[in-house]
Nanobody, 126 residues
Framework: VQLQASGGGLVQAGGSLRLSCAASGRDFSGYTMGWFRRAPGKEREFVGSISWSGDSTYYAGSVKGRFTISRGNDRNTVYLQMDLLKPEDTAVYYC????????????????????WGQGTQVTVSS
């Protein structure tokens, strides 16, 4: 089982980036996919998540209205579109998978995320 995150980089405040997470190695049916981030010196923070069906999403308040999570037609690729980026969005972003047992659950507790990607750095300059 492998989760591969990509798309990070350096962007100016107000700009956009799109992260991708490709899942491989098993059938991810019933898995909710989430994005997390860890800023320097801070705890890991939940960003948002999406149901296996792709029609239900859940966001942290700090990114709601600026970030959008979507799922590819194959269900094994998840995207994080980040708009109106702020310097405080600077962090290593991770994708993760949690078995929800349902195709429509977008929120699961962080403790249930059992598969993690390696992270991709996002730096927002002011």
């Amino acid at each position: 089982v492998q989760l591969q995150a990509s798309g990070g980089g350096l962007v100016q405040a107000g700009g956009s980036l799109r992260l991708s997470c490709a899942a491989s190695g098993r059938d991810f049916s019933g898995y909710t996919m989430g994005w997390f981030r860890r800023a320097p010196g801070k705890e890991r923070e939940f960003v948002g998540s999406i149901s296996w069906s792709g029609d239900s999403t859940y966001y942290a308040g700090s990114v709601k209205g600026r970030f959008t999570i979507s799922r590819g037609n194959d269900r094994n690729t998840v995207y994080l579109q980040m708009d109106l980026l702020k310097p405080e969005d600077t962090a290593v972003y991770y994708c993760a998978a949690a078995f929800a047992g349902s195709h429509r659950v977008s929120y699961v507790p962080e403790s249930r995320y059992s598969k993690w990607g390696q992270g991709t750095q996002v730096t927002v300059s002011s």
